[in-house]
């Protein structure tokens, strides 16, 4: 699993992220590897993949927080492991060893 280090324009899909991983990380897209991205502001989360007939594409918004990572983006590839990333999506500051706030929300807007 790599985090993609440097903030991602959320607006590509599967094409404009597999050219990113082409481009910037050393692994071909289509090995069995997990490429995460985060946007700017560090408050969505794509996981792109592919499964053995085509991409798998994963969105998580998160509400009122941002997610965690290195104090700053840099142009490295952060490689993850499964605890690291289920930390990261499951509300936890893996470079702080804190949680996110739980967000109980009273209806979607």
Known sequence: MYLYAKPVDF???IDGLAVLVEMDITVAVLDSVLFVFLNRHRNR???FYWECNGF???LKRM???RFKTAPDFTDEPIALTVQEL???LGS???WRNHPHNV???QCVA
Do not use: D, G, T, Y
């Open 11 to 13: 607006r590509k899909s």
């Open 45 to 47: 989360v794509k996981i």
């Open 56 to 58: 798998c594409l994963c």
């Open 63 to 65: 509400e009122s927080e």
């Open 86 to 88: 289920n930390w990261l």
């Open 92 to 94: 936890f500051n893996l």
């Open 103 to 105: 967000l109980i929300p």
